[in-house]
C-alpha cells in the first residue's frame, strides 16, 4: 500500500511537468506558426518528422534530460 500511496503523491508532479512541456510545446508552435512559413500541412509532416519535438529538447535541456 505505500508504494501506492508514494506513486499517488509523485502523480500531480508528473502531471505538473507534462502540462508545463506541453506549453511550451504549444508556445513554439504558436510562434512558429505566426511567422507564416508553416501550414497545416507542413506541421504536420514536421511533427511526424520530429523536428519540432527535437528543437524543443534542444532548446531546454533542463525540461528534457533524462
Do not use: D, W
Request: hydrophobic content about 45%; glycine content about 4%.
Amino acid at each position: 500500500m505505500s508504494n501506492f500511496t508514494s506513486a499517488l503523491a509523485i502523480a500531480p508532479r508528473m502531471f505538473a511537468v507534462l502540462r508545463k512541456k506541453e506549453a511550451i510545446a504549444h508556445q513554439k508552435v504558436a510562434i512558429v506558426r505566426e511567422k507564416g512559413a508553416i501550414t497545416p500541412q507542413k506541421f504536420a509532416t514536421m511533427r511526424r518528422k520530429g523536428a519540432i519535438v527535437e528543437s524543443i529538447c534542444a532548446s531546454k535541456p533542463e525540461f528534457y534530460s533524462s
